[in-house]
């Protein structure tokens, strides 16, 4: 293969962040990497696997260009520490708490192995007994999930992950756990928790309760006996009240997830990893990347070619992690290696369809979202299933009980939040629409620095309504919405995340589920401030009908801080 020698230019943000976080640096803080020598760094160590093949060298540039073009990217800790001596990958984690107080203090201490490396953590808290169940050792009553989930977000605090990235925790309960309530509640005063993201695991049988008007049981985990009865529909209506509130708790449907379990005589999902992307088992960790879609649009057309190849190479590069990995205890090296799970994700799924002239909240844009993730699934799948020849299946993989060929990964696709490497890619997150186009930054002497997106940029001097003035109006009003000067289909295609009706982010959520992604999806559904509580649940209803695995709600505004502002201060 012919080294692509054509220079890759980044954005200043890009430089910014891969200078703060992810270049190598020298003792005195210096420096000491390129964008080039980076990925040169990655791909020399993901390509060492295969450093006896034939097909080392042609690997080893494969890699190097998928990423030094920005076509794929994978996770930031692959970024961060491939070819160092920390030499940990992987994104996500789950790991069991068992309850005792072995069980518990292990779970933190494994949690901490794990953040210290950029890893996030998802546990799962229904096993453990309820506040006040009698513990017999003691002869007192056990604490309960909520406080030792404390402990858990204490000890994340500490860790601060090197300074590059602090750990990131998911908590979930099971809605019939007898502590639902209190869980529910616990993030409502936004002091509380802030290492955590909260979920409560919806069952099946409660979203029937719900739907029929009846209780349900809740069952406590030490004795199997079921605690007391609760009005299913009361419950769910706290919930959504909460998540209607600021976000909190979101919810995932854990039996769908289970259905798509590949391998169950491992264990049951319990938990997904901190954005809920990816559902693992107990002790199993997972490395993820993303095709960044921006990058093939040609001609106005989608290049399914050039898409296939880097998907074929990409899946090969993230098989690799897995082995190149430096797992941080051996629990999670013995279940990683027995399932081999990956996460190929999309990132820039807006710019593509943006420019092929789609709106993301239109049949059109779903259709061709959909169209795009089968196909990248399709591919991954091919190059699993040719690796599982060249190298063997994944260890647990049994015939009998897997209605896939056998194949190299037991979870090929999930889509991420791509928080920050959408940003060295310089496209719009994961599956999100953008969430601003026209945004406005004060700068010290009181002058305001308009950005404007660089799509809509492009659009509007070729179709010659940029005007300064025009800019500035978007930036204020924070839409493109409603400007005359902007023709109808561009303020279509340009909506941002809260322009789109809350319906259209739950059914790109729901047709991109069903269309190829194996794991789950990372997505917020953007709500107006105006939105109501039973809006709220609408929304969850359909979302639960449409199949997705869990959804997080916003309601624009109903956080203290927002992580993002239109209108971003200097
Ligand atoms: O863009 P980047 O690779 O940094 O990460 P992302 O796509 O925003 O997040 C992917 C996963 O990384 C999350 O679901 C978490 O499991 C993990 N993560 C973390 O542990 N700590 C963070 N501060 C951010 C992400």
Redesign the pocket.
């Known amino acids: 293969m012919t080294p692509d020698l054509t220079k890759q230019v980044l954005t200043k943000t890009a430089e910014t962040v891969l200078a703060r976080r992810y270049y190598l640096k020298d003792r005195t803080g210096e420096v000491v990497e390129t964008w080039e020598t980076l990925c040169k760094r990655v791909s020399n160590a993901v390509a060492e696997v295969d450093k006896e093949s034939k097909q080392f060298e042609a690997l080893r540039e494969s890699y190097f260009r998928m990423m030094y073009h920005l076509d794929f990217l994978p ?2 800790p692959c970024l961060m520490n491939a070819g160092t001596d920390i030499g940990q990958l992987s ?2 984690f789950v790991l069991p708490i068992e309850d005792s107080m072995d069980g518990i203090f292990t779970a933190i201490r494994n949690g901490a192995l794990v953040h210290k490396t950029g ?2 953590t998802g546990y799962s808290f229904s096993r453990l007994r309820s506040r006040n169940a009698s513990v017999r050792s003691t002869q007192g009553v056990a604490s309960g999930p909520l406080s030792f989930a404390a402990v858990f977000d204490a000890a994340t605090e500490t860790i601060k992950q090197g300074g590059k ?2 750990g ?1 925790n998911m908590g979930v309960l099971r809605i019939d756990h007898p502590d639902i309530m209190d869980f529910i509640s616990a993030k409502e005063n936004q002091d509380k928790f802030n290492n955590f993201n909260f979920s409560v695991a919806i069952t099946d049988d409660f979203m029937k309760a719900v739907e029929e008007g009846t209780e349900y049981a809740l069952i406590e985990p030490s004795t199997g006996e079921v605690s007391e009865t609760l009005d299913a529909k009361a419950v769910f209506e706290k919930i959504i009240d909460l998540a209607w509130h600021n976000g909190e708790p979101g919810v995932l449907f854990i039996d769908a997830a289970n259905r798509d379990n590949m391998t169950p005589q491992l264990g049951d999902f319990e938990a997904t ?3 809920g ?1 990816q559902w693992l088992l107990p002790y199993e960790s997972c490395n ?1 990347g993303s095709l960044n879609l921006s990058n093939f649009v040609k001609n106005g057309k989608v290049d399914y070619k050039r898409m296939g190849q880097v998907v074929r190479v990409a899946t090969s590069f993230l098989d690799n992690v897995i082995d190149c990995n430096r797992f941080p205890i051996p629990e999670i090296e013995e279940m990683t290696l027995k399932t081999r799970k990956i996460g190929m994700g999309i990132m820039g799924l807006h710019d593509l369809l943006i420019q092929l002239g789609l709106p993301y909240g239109s049949e059109e844009g779903r259709a061709q979202a959909a169209e795009i993730m089968s196909y990248v699934r399709e591919k991954a799948e091919e190059r699993s299933v040719e690796l599982a020849v060249e190298k063997g299946a994944f260890p647990a993989y049994d015939a009998k009980l897997n209605k896939y060929p056998a194949r190299r990964n037991a979870a090929l696709t999930s889509i ?6 959408s940003m060295i890619a310089d496209c719009a997150s994961g599956c999100e629409p953008y969430f601003s186009i026209v945004m406005i930054k004060n700068v010290m002497d009181g002058d305001r620095l308009i950005l404007v997106n660089k799509h809509f940029e492009q659009v509007a001097r070729r179709e010659g309504f940029y005007s300064e003035k025009l800019m500035a109006k978007v930036a204020d009003s924070g839409t493109v919405i409603g400007h005359d000067e902007i023709p109808v289909h561009w303020q279509e295609v340009f909506r941002t995340a809260q322009d789109v009706s809350p319906e259209d982010h739950i059914q790109m959520q729901g047709i991109l589920q069903k269309n190829g992604v194996d794991s789950s999806i ?1 997505k917020t559904i953007n709500l107006p401030n105006s939105a109501t509580r039973e809006e709220v649940e609408l929304s969850y209803i359909m979302g639960y009908k449409l199949g997705c695995k869990g959804l997080t709600v916003y309601r624009d505004g109903s956080r203290d801080q927002q992580v993002l502002n239109t209108k971003e201060s200097a």
């Open positions: 996770n930031s994104a996500c890893g996030g990235r602090r990131a990893n901190p954005c992307e993820l991420q939040p791509t928080g920050t490497v990372s």
